[in-house]
């Protein structure tokens, strides 16, 4: 397979903003690996046998879905222990797994991050590619400058999945995709903006980036706790002003 080039994030700490519910929350992380870019077309087309029209750009316009059954592909290709298991459409992670993984929204974050507190972690022109490039599809992958750990286009580009539920109580299912795309201004190209989408959801400018780290845990890591997820999908927190609950 063509190398999919991973960086040691240390470990560390992040905060995490819940805008519904006005909270803010800090994560401790261990340490953990993320890729250096985003999934290439050429990685994709590799695993999974579909065409590359452009090699070097992300792959992208594919679901949550497909975006965690590739990990899984990596992860046999590479003969380590899938992080995944299916049963139809409801993916359990295995937190000690060793392969290949859509990063937590925490890691997410706290990668992007890089130390940073500010908004970007560079001037945005130098790091990112916005609307404001006028580009009319995704651009090769570390086309800008990288941030301190080396990291290229997690702000821009294509906005990245990650594991983690948006906000069970209002959008069920939906998942995160983080970093903001070469059709955003600069306001949603942000290290702590969130959106998200279904599981089957897919869009030209949303593509993934590989993380890899095993915890001593059951289904909780890094941020992330399949408690956690029960106790918000609970309609139990302040709602937006015109919101209608789901299944009302």
Request: aromatic share 10%.
């Amino acid at each position: 397979m063509t190398d999919i080039e991973m960086t040691q994030i240390p470990a560390g700490s992040v905060t995490l903003h819940d805008a519904r519910r006005k909270t803010r929350r800090t994560v401790r992380l261990e340490e953990f690996e993320i890729g250096v870019y985003a999934v290439t077309q050429e990685q994709f087309a590799e695993i999974l046998g579909v065409p590359a029209r452009h090699p070097r750009r992300p792959a992208s316009d594919l679901s949550w879905l497909r975006a965690v059954r590739f990990c899984n592909a990596a992860s046999e290709w590479e003969g380590l222990d899938p992080a995944y298991s299916f049963d139809g459409e409801v993916v359990t992670w295995h937190v000690d797994s060793d392969g290949y993984r859509l990063p937590s929204e925490a890691e997410w974050e706290f990668a992007c991050r890089a130390g940073s507190t500010a908004p970007h972690y560079g001037p945005l022109p130098e790091i990112a590619w916005t609307s404001a490039d006028g580009v009319s599809s995704p651009q090769n992958v570390g086309g800008k400058h990288p941030n301190l750990y080396g990291l290229f286009d997690t702000l821009g580009n294509v906005w990245e999945w990650c594991w983690d539920l948006l906000d069970p109580a209002r959008y069920d299912e939906y998942r995160v995709f983080r970093g903001g795309g070469y059709a955003d201004d600069a306001w949603n190209v942000r290290a702590s903006v969130r959106r998200g989408g279904a599981p089957r959801m897919h869009h030209e400018d949303v593509g993934m980036r590989l993380a890899r780290g095993g915890f001593d845990a059951v289904d909780a890591a890094q941020g992330w706790s399949a408690a956690v997820d029960a106790e918000r999908a609970m309609d139990d927190g302040p709602s937006p002003s015109g919101w209608t609950p789901r299944g009302r």
